[in-house]
């Protein structure tokens, strides 16, 4: 999925999920809400590392 896609989904801009991504913004529970939901994931899912450790 892209950044657009992601975006449209969650009803967000693709500069923003962009910013997210590089980490220059910290998004805001609502708005790690709504790109869980575009992505059909719990929004626990987005806090854990990619290795799997905490």
């Known amino acids: 999925m892209t950044q657009e896609e992601l975006a449209d989904r ?13 980490a220059d913004v910290s998004a805001s529970v609502t708005v790690l809400g709504q790109i869980a939901d575009a992505l059909g ?8 590392s990619s290795d799997g450790s905490r």
């Open 10 to 22: 969650a009803s967000l801009s693709a500069r923003y999920i962009g910013a997210i991504e590089r």
């Open 41 to 48: 994931i719990e929004p626990g899912e987005l806090l854990k």
